[in-house]
């Protein structure tokens, strides 16, 4: 059975690089794009962006737009990928033969065009400088069409991962497109894509050499478009996912898609890591064909992915350190209320990076983008303090009652504690202080995720709280199903308000999840409150219980 499996035979999901029909259940690229605007734009010769977080399908999208005009007669098409010049940084010499020296291979792999490789070492012999460098090599190209040298078809250029470059080396580049432009479309690039995570308006450029900060709407200032290309809708997952079922027979029960949407929302990297997750690094589903997805293998893979600390989620990770990021996602983890120090240019660049997204469903309009990336956060800005409190903290054992559920309110009542001594050393020590007590206690739960159970977070930006909903298995029982509500209290007089309202929001998400219990956590951060009067446990009704830290 495993070496059906093992050969080429079967198609699988795509987790790393971009899509190759041949080996991957994968959607049509050009029906992700609005392929008539792209048309339209490039019979205008235009110069536009195109844009979309990293493994969302660019570069796969611009390959499948190459093939499709140089199928036809009337352009030819380039793609080149200049992130390899990213290694010289401000050298903008060495960036610029670095680019000219990936478009040679480009035209000579996509359009057998061998023209530029010449000219290039023939210029580097005749000691030709290298500011002009890359508008020349893209001018000649332009101008030296093989297959029609007497009447030369237009050029279309798309160059990938442009952000990739930085400094110097990225003005030089920029400002030698803008410089070109106006000579398009028979002496440089008729039309152009920059492909890239992020719009080029939002590029802020250091430069070593002007002492100042370039933005890369000013150096690149021609583009007329910026086209964002989206995730998934829940219908093209679902197509995705048939795929599978169709080439093995192997089914996705309704319940696992749905999971699936909820923990992705579309995004397809998440898309398709679940979908390997569950149809090939699951040994007994790979060998059995005959067996379903369900929801449970569905929990499982999501649990999986989260642990895995993939490449993916790992670039998500490193962008929390950026101090733009953090302005909007601290307020956003802590689920604070006071939004005026957020700029619309961070919002705009943790948009563009797939961090955030719009929730039109909130009277702030932005969330975390999906249920993935709310685990994944959270888990990694408390990395450190996971590791610290499961070395000085009792096992989850210790919190069992005899039946095999978790005693919450005992889990509870020693983080009340814990925090009532520690929570000033610990909290002064993190990069997101601002959310620093939800995190530290979900940091503290995070034995629970351990142990087998689940936790799922909810943020609401504005809402000035968090929600967690706590699922145990407890061996042939019903799951363990409870609510813990956060919320953090900073105005004199906000107290009575902040549990009036904590209550009626944890009743609501009670409700919403099934859960049996809910627990209503207020830290109060009013600053001049006592520690005797901050720390109490109040029930507020049979099922649900106030705890003050």
Known sequence: MWERHNASMEKFFNNAGPQIAKDHYTLDPLQRVNLE???????????FVLHAPRQTGK???????????????????????????????????????????????????????????????RWRQEGVGAGQLFHQSIAFLSQNDPQQ??????????IDEIDALIGDGLIAILR?????????????????????????????????????????????????ESIRLGNFSQAEMNALYDQHTTETGQIFSAEARALAWHYTEGQPWLVNALGYEVTFKMKDLRLDRSLPITAEVMREAKERL?????????????????????????????????LQDLRDDDKQYCLDLGLITVDTASTKGLRIANAIYKEVIPRELTDIAQTRLSASQPPLAWYKKPDGTIDLPKLLAAFQQFYREHSEHWLSGMAYREAGPQLLLQAYLQRVVNGG?????????????????????????????????????????????????????????????????????????????????????????????????
């Open 37 to 47: 605007e792209l048309q339209d734009l490039i019979a205008q010769k235009r110069y």
């Open 59 to 121: 570069t796969t999208a611009l390959y499948a737009l190459m093939h499709h005009f140089n199928a036809g007669t009337q352009y030819r098409c380039v793609y080149v990928n200049v992130e390899p010049a990213q290694a010289y940084r401000d050298d903008a010499t060495a960036v610029a033969q670095t680019c000219c020296d990936a478009l040679a291979a480009a035209a000579n792999t996509h359009l057998h065009d061998t023209g530029l490789r010449q000219a290039l070492a």
């Open 149 to 158: 040298p007497d009447n030369p078809r237009p050029l279309l250029l798309f």
């Open 176 to 224: 030698q497109l803008r410089a070109g432009y106006a000579d398009r479309p028979h002496a440089f690039a008729s039309s152009l894509i920059l492909c890239g995570v992020r719009d080029v308006r939002d590029y802020r450029i250091h430069s070593s050499a002007q002492k100042e900060i370039i933005t890369g709407g000013s150096a690149f200032n021609v583009k007329v």
């Open 306 to 338: 989260v642990l895995s600390r993939a490449v993916h989620l790992d670039q998500l990770i490193d962008k929390l350190q950026e101090e733009r990021v953090r302005r909007v996602m601290a307020p956003l983890v802590g689920s604070e209320d006071d």
């Open 453 to 549: 159970g689940y936790i799922e977070r909810e943020y609401g930006l504005g809402t000035g709280r968090t929600d967690l909903y706590l699922r145990y298995p407890v061996g042939e029982n019903p799951l363990q199903r409870e609510v813990i509500e956060l919320k953090v209290v900073r105005l004199k007089d906000g107290l009575k308000k902040a549990i009036d309202k904590g209550t009626e929001q944890t009743r609501r998400y009670m409700d919403q999840c099934g859960a049996t219990h809910g627990h209503l956590v207020v830290f109060d951060a009013r600053g001049r409150t006592s520690w005797a009067k901050r720390v109490y446990v109040k029930p507020l009704a049979a099922d649900l219980t106030l705890w003050g830290c």
